[in-house]
């Protein structure tokens, strides 16, 4: 039985061959079907569909993530990164890391100027802030696990762009408000500026992408890495100061690392090892607050924030100093996750006053700046179940559209540390563990998750938000098991967010000013946000019941087989 909170339709008075009824489907409650979340509903209706004609959980990911590149251009990519974490029916778990990493002529002080000053416009806007693309190669890494050909899942993406699709109310005011820096960094045409205002209902066509498209349905592998959409990439480079070459392309290479797992309150929670940092701050995060038994508050209480916060305050302060790509360091997860360091680091924990930063690393100035990335969470009929963070970095990533080909690069190449101690877009300080070399993956807060309750999948969850995913992961978990919340609430309560530096605690405009009142009176400096995450969550009970919920914060959609 599908329980909807609501559904949007868009005029439909366009030719029948373009998309244009669009159906936002925040919550659904089914049995023995299996169910997508996605950022968008035409991606998510991509998964359902491979889902009834035969795929598993790891088709419908990999049919949703190229839906995604087509309908959700701002983040959903072919031309950035991600990360997978599987939990196959069979207990098998496995993840796939599918991050850019740097090319070979990057070097340590790339964004210096002169004077050693970080330029940090070169790292997040244009052509020298692409990290080498690993998309592609990680939807091939992942049909490793599924059962349909790879020419069939990307088929409904290949559809979407060549006849169209009616955009929303969000996605004409995201492009509208980036016109202006899609022609600074594009001299020519592409699909996402025309001469009038983008407005709700018109149809976004991408010739080019589908076209690109249909060279990796065709090639494989080869038909992005190599040939003619490599060769129209790396002309993208040389217009500008672009450093990646078609051999960065042609020997890129995925990565299949060992899950972090570990144990809360009787359930196991798999996620993803580095060079995510998402996965170790939350084990940081879920163990510390676990000290101080928080389900015995109230869920956005004054205690239970407070408690909260300061696990993530001193979690992020050890992303800055211990993590990076563990191919380059000394991986020291083991440690920074065990009980011995963690109760060490909890000992000046007081809920009198707020623990000074400085008391847990060294203070530097912060900006803050926006984030977009955006997650999928699925299962299927079998119990086969997937979680995938993906991400182009910033709004758009780079600006810049591969001319010929259709599709954003990335900025991500900002992730590293440009100059030990300077802050990233998102206002996380990194040091040495995290500096560029080349070939190097840079750091990432992405943490896509499925918690397992006597061994079998109990929760998938995940959210975009640069250096708020982790912290809105976190707090997911908690509102389901600590606090007892149905995934309803657990998605859309309103959140909060603190990463260390800046010292000031993020919390969303609908925050309770009680809880906020009196954080304040025991030392702690609050900011209003607007919004934090778009989380997608699927709870399954011990009946095999599947809730499923979209997060209402955007045009985030549940799709059933």
């Known amino acids: 039985m599908k329980k909807i909170l609501f559904t949007i339709l868009l005029a439909s008075s366009f030719i029948s061959a373009q998309y244009t009824d669009i159906n936002i489907v925040k919550e659904v409650k089914v049995k023995n079907k299996g169910v997508v979340v996605s950022a968008h509903p035409l991606a998510s209706e991509a998964g359902a569909k491979v889902l009834k004609s035969g795929g598993n959980a790891y088709d419908a990911i990999i049919a949703t993530q190229y839906a995604l590149a087509v309908v959700y251009p701002q983040a959903g990519n072919i031309g950035g990164g991600g990360f997978l974490v599987g939990v196959k029916n069979n207990g098998e778990k496995f993840t796939i890391d599918y991050r850019e990493t740097a090319p070979k002529k990057a070097s340590r002080d790339m964004y210096l100027d002169k004077k050693g000053n970080a330029n940090t416009d070169l790292s997040q806007n244009g052509r020298l802030s692409v990290g080498i693309p690993g998309s592609v190669a990680g939807f091939f890494a992942t049909s490793k696990y599924s059962k349909l050909p790879m020419e069939k899942l990307i088929q409904p993406a290949i559809d979407l762009a060549e006849k169209g699709f009616a955009i929303t109310d969000q996605e004409a005011n995201l492009l509208n408000a980036s016109k202006e820096y899609f022609q600074k960094h594009n001299k020519t045409s592409n699909a996402f500026v025309k001469n009038e205002a983008w407005k709700s209902g018109d149809i976004l066509i991408q010739k080019e992408l589908a076209e690109t498209l249909r060279l990796i349905q065709k090639f494989g592998l080869k038909g992005f890495y190599q040939g003619k959409t490599a060769e129209l990439l ?55 607050s676990g000290y101080e038994n928080l389900e015995k508050y109230q869920h956005n209480s004054t205690k239970a924030v407070q408690i909260m916060v300061e696990a993530e305050r001193r979690a992020f302060a050890d992303r800055a100093e211990y993590m990076g790509d563990p191919d380059f360091i000394h991986d020291k997860t083991l440690y920074l996750i065990s009980d011995e360091y963690l109760k060490n680091r909890w000992k000046n924990f007081s809920f009198t006053q707020a623990t000074p930063s400085s008391d847990v690393g060294k203070i530097i100035k912060q900006p803050k700046e926006s984030t977009e990335t955006t997650h999928i969470s699925v299962i299927d009929k079998d119990g086969n179940a997937a979680a995938v963070t993906t991400t182009l970095n910033g709004l758009y990533g780079s600006k810049v559209v591969v001319s010929g080909a259709g599709f954003f690069l990335n900025n991500e190449m900002d992730d590293f540390s440009v100059k030990p101690g300077v802050p990233n877009m998102f206002g996380a300080v990194g040091g040495e563990a995290n500096s560029i070399q080349p070939n190097k993956r840079m750091l990432s807060s992405m943490t896509p998750t499925i918690v397992l309750k006597n061994g079998k999948p109990f929760m998938i969850v995940g959210t975009p938000g640069g250096t708020t995913i982790p912290t809105s992961v976190y707090q997911s978990i908690v509102n389901a098991i600590d606090f007892k919340l149905n995934p309803n609430i657990s998605v859309n309560s309103p959140k909060f967010h603190h990463q260390w530096l800046p010292e000031t605690v993020a919390f969303e405009k609908n925050f309770p000013e009680n809880t906020i009142s009196n954080l304040e009176k025991i030392g702690y400096k609050a900011e209003r946000w607007g919004q934090l995450g778009r989380t997608e969550m699927i709870l399954i009970d011990d009946s095999g019941n599947i809730h499923a919920v979209a997060d209402g914060r955007g045009d985030d959609s549940v799709a059933v087989e």
């Open 234 to 288: 790396i002309a993208e480079m040389r217009k500008d100061n672009g450093i990646i070459t078609l051999d960065d392309l042609k020997n890129y290479k995925v990565a299949e690392r060992k899950v972090l797992e570990f144990e809360y309150k009787g359930n196991i929670v798999v996620s993803m090892p580095l060079p995510s940092s998402g996965g170790i701050l939350l084990a940081q995060m879920l163990k510390m």
